[in-house]
């Protein structure tokens, strides 16, 4: 598949889910879940800079600006404009908050910004993974950290799991392995600085610059 029309396809399914990403159901209960255990590891200090990407309506980012009583920057970039534009209706009285469509390989911020990026089921989307972690490395400070949340392939019933995913949810495109994970993460120059288990098969792996 060309790069373009994966994008493209990308876009569409998140833009269809826009509009219920935030109403209770199944959906719902299965991401706040990942959220809130990818948040329960990270070192949240006052004055923070973070990034999640693939912010969806912003919700991780909200919770986490509870913790630090807002007192930080706190910015979100989707491929989905929908999905923006429900964060920036979200959060439209709150200064500190900043939500862009953008494309995870590319994203128009400066160098050195962030304290911490997160990026919590979105990356086996992604069509250049490693493009994706050359940005994040370019986005953190020295100092910071990448934590990635995704379903980790480290069974055979997983690796089968991703290509039926790709059979019938075309905006997929791999579940990566934690061997995977580290080399990846250590190819775009961060330290690969371990892994936590969420549950049974989704694994956070952190990188540091």
Not at 97 to 106: C, G, K, R
């Amino acid at each position: 598949m060309e790069e373009s029309k994966h994008l493209e396809i990308n876009k569409d399914y998140w833009d269809k889910w826009a509009g219920s990403m935030d109403s209770q159901g199944w959906r719902y209960e299965f991401l706040r879940k990942c959220q809130r255990g990818a948040i329960s590891i990270l070192d949240i200090q006052e004055n923070i800079s973070i990034l999640d990407i693939g912010c969806g309506t912003g919700w991780a980012l909200g919770q986490i600006a509870k913790t630090v009583k807002g007192k930080g920057s706190f910015y979100g970039v989707d491929l989905s404009s929908l999905m923006i534009e429900k964060a920036q209706e979200n959060f439209k009285d709150e200064k500190q908050f900043h939500f862009i469509v953008s494309n995870a390989e590319l994203i128009p911020l400066d160098d050195n910004m962030f304290n911490i990026i997160i990026c919590i089921n979105s990356f086996h989307h992604y069509f250049n993974p490693d493009k994706a972690l050359k940005e994040m490395h370019r986005l953190l400070k020295n100092g910071g950290k990448l934590y990635i949340l995704d379903p980790t392939a480290d069974s055979w019933i997983f690796k089968i799991l991703s290509k039926l995913m790709g059979l019938f949810e075309h905006a997929h495109e791999k579940l990566y392995s934690t061997k995977e994970y580290k080399e990846m993460i250590l190819l775009s120059g961060l330290k690969y600085i371990g892994r936590r288990k969420i549950q049974m098969y989704q694994k956070v792996h952190i990188g540091e610059k």
